[in-house]
């Protein structure tokens, strides 16, 4: 039984995706919920699972091509245990299966009717595929390159298209250049960033946050932390809290501009950025106000671990009313963060580094942070920024107040 692979919705308004990159070749077998191909939509990077068990038997879109939601990219032979009856399985069985005695999973069905047709040897071609596997297109670039050679040199092609030509034209002073088209989702981030900049009034402040006593509670009662949650307390969870307790005092910059409104959230989902194997994402926690320090922890942690195996939901990606980004685990002392639209506003952390700085007339070392705060000026006046990010200030050099809710 044939199965279509279709693309299925990935999220309000998202009418195409760009094949990412299929994870299963035309010929291999693939379970039932096997990622069989990655699709980067402009808010994320989702695999597209197996409906059955069965074997990939045909791709219609390359990587890099554009697919429309609902339309066929590929399609698959279900495994046959069942009412579909044995025979598509033992004949794609067979296939997979010419020479049962030497390499069988190096030879895919079509690579082997490619083989044959042009009367080649599987050692005359270099596979490609997953773990060395011969593909029909291996089997094309072999046949292309051999009738692009005088017929004299039988063998001297095979030495020469182990050699794709990947060396195009190579400058005389050793200065090369790579072209590599960018994904849909950091064509799509870079959109957004320039049109920030371009419809909202962006300005940053910036303040410095003593976290010498952040340090010593996690140092107290992390282990403790750690062995009744299940999840190291980091810095992020009291930099949550942090933010919520002054928007909740500041409440502009958890607003966003709506076409000739501000429309103030009596909620706070706050967006974190973290990194994937495509770029820098924003997945939110949703009510953040009603979450513990352990559920925070657990939640950022889920979203770095899932980020990098390109497994977040698009759904997870979407609103947001303020964004926290910390370059600091990245080793930037100070940067000028760029508002998320529709946001009016995000705090940018960096590296804790020890400083002296003055106190009560005596110089001493403590552990420094610089914070930035980007503010949409349409929403947010400066004294309300500044003051919001002195109150982010004084509620982690004094972390007990989140407690005390003073």
């Known amino acids: 039984m044939t199965i279509e692979i279709k693309v299925p919705e990935v999220g309000e308004s998202i009418s195409e995706v760009e094949i990412g990159g299929w994870l299963k070749s035309a010929g291999q077998t693939v379970k039932k919920d096997e990622p069989v191909v990655t ?14 068990t069965g074997t990939l038997s045909q791709v219609l879109k390359a990587k890099g091509a554009v697919a429309k939601v609902g339309e066929v990219i590929g399609y698959m032979e ?27 999973p190096r030879i895919m069905p079509a690579a082997q009717a490619a083989l044959a047709e042009h009367h080649l040897k599987p050692e005359d071609v270099q596979g490609t595929g997953p773990g060395g596997r011969i593909l ?42 790579e072209v590599v088209p960018m994904s849909r989702l950091r064509r799509t981030v870079a959109e957004r960033l320039v049109a920030a900049q371009h419809n909202a009034a962006l300005l940053t402040t910036f303040n410095e946050v003593d976290m010498s006593n952040v340090i010593a509670l996690r140092k107290e009662y992390g282990e403790l932390f750690q062995q009744r949650y299940q999840v190291k307390l980091g810095f992020m969870s009291f930099f949550v809290k942090a933010c919520i307790e002054a928007l909740k005092q500041f ?46 922890e657990m939640g950022i942690g889920d979203f770095a671990r899932r980020a990098k195996e390109n497994k977040l939901k698009v759904d997870e ?35 804790i580094q020890e400083r002296p700085i003055a106190r009560e007339s005596n110089v001493i070392i403590r552990a420094m942070m610089y914070v930035a705060l980007t503010y949409d000026h349409r929403v947010v006046d400066g004294r309300e920024a500044v003051s919001f990010l002195k109150r982010v200030k004084e509620v982690m050099e004094t972390p007990a107040r989140l407690l005390l809710e003073i």
Do not use: C, W
């Not at 009412?83 to 390499?103: R, V």
């Open 78 to 104: 279900k495994d046959g245990q069942g009412q579909t009856g044995p025979e598509k399985p033992q004949t794609a069985e067979l296939g997979a299966k010419p020479q049962p005695k030497q390499e069988e």
């Open 136 to 177: 029909k297109e291996d089997v094309l670039r072999r046949v292309e390159a051999t009738s692009q050679v005088p017929p004299p040199a039988a063998q001297a092609p095979q030495a020469q298209t182990t050699v794709p030509a990947p060396e195009p034209v190579k400058p005389s002073n050793g200065r090369e250049e």
């Open 251 to 296: 409440p502009a910059l958890n607003a966003e501009v709506r076409e000739n409104a501000i429309v103030y959230h009596n909620y706070y989902d706050i967006g974190v950025a973290v990194g994937s194997g495509k770029g820098l994402v924003v997945p939110v926690l949703r009510n953040a106000e009603r979450m513990s320090f352990a559920e925070v």
């Open 39 to 52: 699709l980067e939509s402009e808010k994320a990077t989702v695999e597209l699972t197996a409906p059955d």
């Open 317 to 351: 990606l979407q609103g947001g009313t303020f964004t926290i980004s910390n370059g600091g685990v990245y080793g930037s002392l100070l940067s000028t963060p760029i508002v998320n639209p529709p946001q009016s506003g995000v705090l940018g952390l960096h590296a």
